[in-house]
């Protein structure tokens, strides 16, 4: 006599049921970080612009883009020269100079401001 109870066989859709699909045993928790060789990335994108690529919209970008056009740099050699133009970056007597530099020969200097019978316009 068959056995009167539902088994995982007989579910109401079509197709194989999912219980008889074979999975990956455990390997423990630091599997979700560690892979069967190591660290693995958060996501696929995790670095998805690449120097040149698209318009830079950060300082860092702007650093990348200067040292992709820069031929024949180890990965260290360019490590180094990043970290040190964004320390440099950072200090407050450089960014004054770059401001005091900009209005000088920037257009929105006095020399460049287009004027109607002497107003700016």
Known sequence: MADPRPSHTT??????????????????????????????????????????????????????????????LSTRQKTAVRSEVMKMLHDIRFLRMLTDEAKARGPWSQAAVASDEGRPI
């Open 11 to 72: 579910l109401r859709h079509e197709g194989p049921s999912l219980l008889n699909i074979p999975v990956e045993p455990f390997r423990g928790p630091g599997a979700a970080l560690y892979g069967k060789r190591g660290p693995q990335r958060a996501s696929p994108d995790y670095a998805a612009r690449k120097p040149l690529s698209t318009e830079p919209e950060t300082i860092q970008h702007f650093v990348d883009d200067c040292l992709a056009h820069v031929a024949d």
